[in-house]
């Protein structure tokens, strides 16, 4: 028989979401902004391209959150093709 293993897939989103926080602080998007850096779009399209494909993967456990995340990346969640 096979098994969901659910909780083993929202701690591998949640372990993506801090790596990305690190990754924020790392990279100081505040500070790229403030030098007009031009790395300033790859940190952000990065942190966009995270967002989308965690709200996909936490879709079946948080169903109306992630609408709202789509919602707010105005993103039509119905046609995402990842």
Not at 23 to 31: A, G, L, N, S, V
Not at 60 to 70: D, E, H, M, N, W
Request: proline share 2%.
């Amino acid at each position: 028989m096979d098994q969901y293993l659910i909780n083993d897939a929202v701690k591998a989103v949640i372990e993506l979401l801090h790596y990305t926080n690190k990754y924020i602080e790392e990279r100081t998007p505040w500070i790229l902004f403030t030098n007009h850096d031009v790395n300033l779009n790859k940190v952000i399209n990065n942190l966009l391209q995270v967002l989308k494909v965690s709200a996909y993967l936490l879709q079946p456990v948080l169903v109306t959150k992630s609408i709202v995340i789509f919602q707010q990346l105005n993103i039509n969640y119905e046609q995402l093709n990842l």
